[in-house]
C-alpha cells in the first residue's frame, strides 16, 4: 500500500540553524501539507499546497518558513532560523483531490529539537 | 473559528472492556469528521470518517456517528484489545479556501492491559 515517507526521523539542531524537513507524498497525489504537533498540544496546520504554490497558511507558518516542491517526489519544508518554540513533531501529510471528505494519508513525523 | 474537544487522557482499560472517547466540535458550515489512531513511533492513520450528518463510520470494531444537534463524534468499541493502545485524534474537515485543512482534538491516549 502507498505511503507518505519522511526523513529524518529526529533532527536536532542549535537555535538559528537552518533546517529542512523532507517528505514523499503519495505518488497520484496533488495536494501536500503540513502540520506540527508541539508536546502535549494539538496537531496544528501549518500550510498547504497545490500546483506548486500554497494554497493557505496559518498564523504561525511565518517568513522563516517556506515549503518547496523540488522535483516530482519530494515536498520539503524549510525553517530559515530555528527557535526554540519551533521544537516539535512535524507531519506532512497528501490527499488526492482536496475536497472535504476525503482522507488525508500522513507521514510517520519528523521529532525537531531545538537547543 | 473551527474547533474539536476531546476528552482528556489516558483512558485506562482492562481488556475486553467498553470505550468511549468523546469528541465534539464548533464548525461553521457542515465539515466531514475523522478519527485518526497514532501508534506507538508511527504516523496518523485514519481510523474512520464520516461526511454528512446521522453517518455512521466504522473499522476494526471502532464505530462512530455524526451528531448534528449535538455537535458531537464520539468513538466506541465494544470490546478493546492490548493492541489499541494507542492516541486517538478527532478531526474535523475544514475548507476555507476551497482546499482542504484538518483541524484537530489534543489527541486521548488509550493504555488496554490484559
Known amino acids: 500500500e502507498p505511503e507518505v515517507t519522511q526523513t529524518p526521523s529526529h533532527q536536532v539542531t542549535q537555535m538559528g540553524q537552518e533546517v529542512i524537513l523532507r517528505c514523499v507524498p503519495i505518488s497520484n497525489h496533488l495536494y501536500f501539507y503540513w502540520y506540527r504537533q508541539i508536546l502535549g498540544q494539538k496537531v496544528e496546520f501549518l500550510v498547504s499546497f497545490y500546483n506548486n504554490e500554497i494554497s493557505e497558511k496559518s498564523e504561525i507558518f511565518d517568513d522563516q518558513f517556506s515549503v518547496e516542491r523540488p522535483d516530482g517526489s519530494n515536498f520539503t519544508l524549510k525553517i530559515r532560523s530555528t527557535k526554540l518554540e519551533d521544537s516539535a513533531m512535524y507531519f506532512c501529510?497528501?490527499?488526492?483531490?482536496?475536497?472535504?471528505?476525503?482522507?488525508?494519508?500522513f507521514g510517520p513525523g519528523t521529532r525537531l529539537l531545538v537547543l | 473559528g473551527d474547533s474539536v474537544t476531546q476528552m482528556e487522557g489516558p483512558v485506562t482499560l482492562s481488556e475486553e472492556a467498553f470505550l468511549t472517547i468523546n469528541c465534539t466540535y464548533t464548525a461553521t458550515g457542515y465539515p466531514s469528521l475523522f478519527w485518526y489512531v497514532q501508534y506507538p513511533g508511527e504516523g496518523l492513520q485514519l481510523l474512520l470518517k464520516a461526511t454528512k450528518a446521522d453517518d455512521k463510520g466504522s473499522n476494526k470494531g471502532f464505530e462512530a456517528t455524526y451528531r448534528k444537534e449535538t455537535t458531537s463524534f464520539h468513538l466506541e468499541k465494544g470490546s478493546v484489545q492490548v493492541s489499541d493502545s494507542a492516541v486517538y485524534f478527532c478531526a474535523l474537515s475544514a475548507r476555507n479556501t476551497g482546499f482542504q485543512k484538518l483541524v484537530f482534538g489534543t489527541g486521548t491516549r488509550l493504555l488496554v492491559s490484559p
Open positions: 501529510a497528501s490527499c488526492s483531490q482536496g475536497q472535504e471528505q476525503e482522507t488525508q494519508y
